[in-house]
């Protein structure tokens, strides 16, 4: 018989992290998922996201009205049919991955299906959306660091990444505009952004207006995030965006993450693998998906005034496994 368990926790952040369509984040809101069977625990962690968007149910809501069929013994490929893709799911899903491979005896990355335990790989550093001279001052201060990824999405956005690629001249650039620009911005920003040596942008219509992508002339490769939530999004992806964001909260799990990077690969995209604000019982998993990306955006515990004490290896931007056994 197994047995759930749900806490919700509040990680301080550094400093406010602002993007173009929420009010600022103070916190990292989480919700923490724990799985017992046979004296043996799966741990799995998601985004509260009705802690930033009110018209979310709440998570701890979705994953109660799941509780039984968890208990029972639901499979992860029977939480795919019980619950819908989002946060909710993820954490159970990621709990339940945990539990099977503990109880299989084997590593996480084994359960995955991948070829060799997961190698350290490098993670873009996120700027928080603020004024062209506070960004360059961040960008300066971080301007070791290989790949920076910029929030956008307001009036003065290419002056924004203007003051970055002074402040920072050999970092690599990519740019998240969070569904915050119009199709005119976009057609008029892609060559000034190609100039400075952005590499790729990220989400820049809102999803409803997906369609008016067949209009650009995608110079810099354009990412889908809010328009890419499982595989289900992925045939009205093709010829609009050329890449592929996978994050866990909107996947909802390992399980249907997995699926979804091997069929956009298979499909053309190439992949990215993002994160919301969490700590590193949420990168974790997602890690065994980096392997395999072109982009990694896994900062989410730098963004933390404290991560857990068993967490992720930082060097700069630079991300280790953990060297205890945090998560699968």
């Known amino acids: 018989m197994r047995t759930l368990s749900i806490k919700a926790e509040k990680w301080p952040l550094k400093?406010?992290?602002?993007?173009?369509?929420?009010?600022?984040?103070?916190?990292?809101?989480?919700?923490?998922?724990?799985?017992?069977?046979?004296?043996?625990?799966?741990?799995?962690?998601?985004?509260?996201?009705?802690?930033?968007?009110?018209?979310?149910?709440?998570?701890?809501?979705?994953?109660?009205r799941a509780r039984h069929a968890i208990e029972q013994g639901a499979s992860r490929s029977e939480l795919l049919q019980l619950m819908p893709a989002g946060s909710a799911r993820n954490a159970v899903d990621c709990a339940l991955f945990d539990l099977e491979a503990q109880q299989r005896n084997q590593h996480g990355w084994q359960l995955a299906g991948l070829a060799q335990a997961p190698k350290a790989v490098t993670t873009a550093y996120t700027l928080s959306l603020d004024s062209p001279e506070n960004m360059a001052a961040v960008a300066a201060a971080n301007?070791?660091?290989p790949l920076l990824k910029l929030k956008l999405g307001r009036p003065g956005d290419v002056e924004r990444v203007a003051a970055v690629r002074a402040a920072a001249p050999d970092c690599r650039l990519m740019i998240d505009a969070n569904t915050g620009w119009s199709l005119a911005q976009l057609q008029e920003y892609l060559p000034k952004l190609a100039a400075l040596g952005v590499e790729m942008i990220e989400q820049p219509l809102p999803p409803e207006q997906d369609h008016l992508l067949?209009?650009?002339?995608?110079?810099?490769?354009?990412?889908?995030?809010?328009?890419?939530?499982?595989?289900?999004s992925l045939p009205r992806l093709q010829g609009r965006y050329q890449v592929?964001?996978?994050?866990?909260?909107?996947?909802?799990g390992m399980t249907e993450a997995l699926a979804l990077a091997k069929a956009a690969t298979e499909q053309g995209f190439e992949i990215m693998?993002?994160?919301m604000i969490g700590t590193s019982l949420a990168m974790t998993p997602a890690l065994l998906l980096a392997q395999q990306a072109r982009w990694v955006d896994l900062?989410?515990?730098l963004l933390l005034a404290e991560d857990r004490s068993d967490g992720l290896r930082y060097e700069g931007s630079r991300l280790h496994p953990p060297a205890t056994p945090l998560w699968g």
Not at 34 to 43: A, F, K, S, Y
Not at 220 to 228: G, N
Not at 246 to 251: E, R, V
């Open 15 to 64: 400093k406010p992290f602002i993007i173009s369509r929420l009010a600022p984040m103070h916190f990292g809101e989480v919700v923490v998922v724990e799985i017992e069977q046979d004296g043996l625990t799966g741990r799995g962690e998601c985004e509260r996201t009705e802690a930033l968007e009110a018209d979310y149910p709440p998570v701890s809501d979705s994953i109660e």
């Open 143 to 145: 301007c070791e660091r």
């Open 214 to 232: 067949d209009q650009v002339e995608p110079i810099i490769p354009i990412a889908a995030d809010e328009s890419c939530l499982d595989r289900s």
């Open 244 to 252: 592929v964001n996978i994050k866990l909260d909107k996947t909802g």
């Open 273 to 275: 693998v993002g994160c």
């Open 299 to 301: 900062d989410g515990p």
